[in-house]
């Protein structure tokens, strides 16, 4: 996202529920499969800004995953944040591949994730290269994301960083809960002002057959005026994002 000034700013979600943006540690799977997302949102979130200027999201995406562990997948959402920094693109698109596997108790994750815009004419460009690497124990999972690219259009934030911390409590009946918190670091002369810390606490529930929900209050404490809309709606506040998924 850009301000609609000359400073740039970001491209987050609710974080698990956005799908792709959200993997975390597992072992591999037992059998190879292909599997495909679709949902609405009321708000597109990623980590803790709003992609989609507070408004209704709709996202859909596809995954392989390999019996060996390795996995491949691509993700996208309509946004706004491009349009609102003068670019010209309306969606996002995400393209990732990894491998997951166990040592013992301690799960792992490792794998490289592009965030592309198509078209958006922002200079710096607002493409994004980031590997990751997570590792769960128990109900905990720990991530960190390392940018090798400049970070959503801001200059000279190459090697930029997100930490992310959270768990996974099940709750019985097909309810889950999720808390969150992550540290965005933008590196690079004059960027820091856009680090911040985002938290969240997500309430999942399964109905089965594939179609799930969520409902998740999620804040930052970004400082005032460095993530807002054309309008000067602060987009980092806290707020409630539901959200409907089916998965098939």
């Known amino acids: ?22 993997q975390t540690a597992a072992p591999a799977a037992p059998e190879s499969t292909l599997a495909f997302n679709v949902g609405a949102f009321s708000e597109y979130r990623y980590r803790g800004i709003s992609q989609s200027r507070l408004k209704p999201a709709l996202q859909a995406g596809l995954d392989y995953t390999d019996k060996s562990g390795f996995y491949v997948g ?7 944040w491009i349009k609102d920094a003068r670019g010209d693109a ?3 698109l995400d393209f990732y591949g990894g491998y997951k596997g166990a040592v013992g108790d301690v ?20 493409n994004t290269d980031e590997f990751y690497g997570a590792v769960t124990v128990g109900l905990f999972t720990a991530k960190y994301s390392h940018a090798v690219s400049n970070l959503f259009g801001f200059s000279g934030s190459k090697n930029s960083g997100y930490l992310d911390l959270s768990a996974a ?39 089965g057959n594939g179609l799930s929900a969520s409902a998740a209050i999620i804040g930052t404490d970004a400082k005032a005026g460095s993530y807002v809309s054309p309008t000067n ?13 089916y998965t098939f």
Do not use: C
Not at 1 to 22: E, P, R, Y
Not at 107 to 121: I, M, T
Not at 181 to 187: K, L, T, Y
């Open 90 to 92: 309306n969606v996002e």
């Open 74 to 80: 691509a993700w996208g959402s309509d946004i706004w």
């Open 169 to 207: 409590f099940d709750l019985g009946n097909g309810y889950s809960l999720t808390p969150h918190v992550g540290r965005q670091n933008v590196s690079g002369k004059g960027n820091g002002i856009y680090s911040y810390t985002d938290t969240a606490l997500t309430l999942g529930k399964d109905f």
């Open 1 to 22: 996202m850009k301000k609609i000034s000359s400073h740039v700013v970001f491209a987050l979600t609710l974080g698990a529920a956005a799908g792709a943006m959200a």
């Open 107 to 126: 799960a792992y994750d490792v794998g490289y994730l592009r965030y592309e815009y198509p078209s958006n004419k922002l200079r710096p460009n607002a």
């Open 233 to 245: 709606k602060d987009l980092g506040k806290s707020g409630l994002v539901v959200g409907l998924k």
